[in-house]
């Protein structure tokens, strides 16, 4: 049997009962049929799960299509189609080759173009849904093609109809609405504007953008490195909370705080895990909370899923204490629970 611990980024995972490899549309729905009711794990970059040491009792599809069809126009931009195997940072690079503004705060995000839209993935200020403009998938229910226009999708802060509905709707291309231009939109967000030695609100050259980005990750062990045990992770272990403004307003003056339109506010997971006393570097048997950043845990060389699964439990238990606030997992949890 295939060893899931091979397509991860967490190095961990037990055997898949049936892994199946494909390259384009057509082969992805072949496996799809030929799965029927069963259960179906789709796997891309392997960036964003952490799946049991008991493996995946079902088939494994492993995603790889990267058919890119562009058209551009002088005047609107560029309308970019392409599948969901391509690897997203090799996408965000291409887009910034060809003279496209949009995507440059999303550089380095490990993974699959296929993930974007179930993630809506976001950084330093911007998501992957605001240029989204059509996702067409196979409809596992209706056995057919089902293309989402942008409202369609339903788009929140790290989720969409995609991700509530896992077993479902399967991504097979996204296509995205870019603009043309030397220049990025206003930079919003602090700590970027700060690496570019700009005021926030201002703009910055598209390749001085993914520069600063990449090297914050870097130095947060966001950047995947196989030399660099202290990347080995998931990226973001949890999202960032939304909480009410009365809970908010329990939460020390220090603490950080997003006021959304609806009236709730967003506020930091690092911040708060940090502040319950969970130290970078901490461990649980061969799991370790990055010494980069508390939101990453590793893979410290020889962990397993349950390693990380009760690390990541102690972190959510400390942060309930000290601030009653419940962590959710950003990360795909496969036959795994922090319940």
Known sequence: MTELRDFTSLRVGGPAEKFVEVHNEAEIIAALEAAGDSPVLILGGGTNVLVSDAGFAGTVIHITNSALVSEVDACSGATLTIGAGENWDEFVALTLERGFAGLETLSGIPGTVGAAPIQNIGAYGHEASEFITRVRTYDRSAKAIKTFTNSECGFEYRTSTFKKNPSRYIVLEVQFQLRQGEYSDPITYGELAKKLA?????????????????????????????????????????????????????????????????????????????????????????????????????????????????????????????????????????????Q
Do not use: C
Not at 218 to 235: E, F, T, Y
Not at 238 to 259: C, K, M, Q
Not at 274 to 282: H, L, Q, R, T
């Open 198 to 338: 700009l005021e926030v609100g201002e703009k910055a050259p598209l390749d001085d953008v993914r520069a600063a980005v990449l090297e914050l990750r870097a130095s947060k062990g966001m950047l995947l490195n196989p030399d660099d045990r202290d990347s080995w992770s998931a990226g973001s272990f949890f999202t960032n909370p939304i909480i009410s403004a009365e809970v908010a307003a329990t939460l020390p003056l220090d603490a950080p705080r997003w006021p959304l339109e609806d009236g709730r506010i967003k506020t930091s997971a690092a911040w708060l895990i940090e502040n319950a006393g969970v130290a970078k570097g901490s461990a649980h048997g061969g799991a370790r909370v990055s010494t980069k950043h508390v939101l990453a845990l590793t893979n410290a060389g020889d962990a397993t899923a349950s390693d990380l699964v009760e690390l990541a439990k102690s972190a959510q238990a400390k942060v309930y204490e000290k601030f009653a606030i419940t962590l959710e997992p950003e990360v795909n949890l496969i036959g795994l629970s922090l």
